[in-house]
Nanobody
Framework: QVQLVESGGGLVQPGGSLRLSCAAS????????MGWYRQTPGKQRELVAR???????NYADSVKGRFTISRDNAKNTVYLQMNGLKPEDTAVYYC???????????????WGQGTQVTVSS
């Protein structure tokens, strides 16, 4: 059973910074694509930043230049450094990873439980 556990959310003033972490645990052979998404009430979950299967990075236009995604493969962990936060960044942030478990022939998509980020003065 693979689980993703997120941490680092909270309340921050506009212009502030937060760093989100997401660690995968369980029987994992390898991790392919991984990234961060966010969702606000009544809206669809949207991409924030991700590593593609080829190792490239994609960012939503709204966060380019402010957010940085990084990873520690040895720890099966992905991070999201968020600087210059704005009220419109307020959302529940979810991490996502494509994982392969022992003896599996396909990749499984796994999601974290979500962490609330609130940007307000």
């Amino acid at each position: 059973q693979v689980q993703l556990v997120e941490s680092g959310g909270g309340l921050v003033q506009p212009g502030g910074s937060l760093r989100l972490s997401c660690a995968a645990s369980g029987s994992i052979t390898s991790i392919n694509a991984m990234g961060w998404y966010r969702q606000t009430p009544g809206k669809q979950r949207e991409l924030v930043a991700r590593f593609t299967s080829g190792g490239n990075t994609n960012y939503a236009d709204s966060v380019k230049g402010r957010f940085t995604i990084s990873r520690d493969n040895a720890k099966n962990t992905v991070y999201l450094q968020m600087n210059g936060l704005k009220p419109e960044d307020t959302a529940v942030y979810y991490c996502q990873m494509d994982v392969r478990t022992p003896f599996a022939t396909t990749w499984f998509v796994r999601w974290g439980q979500g962490t609330q980020v609130t940007v307000s003065s």
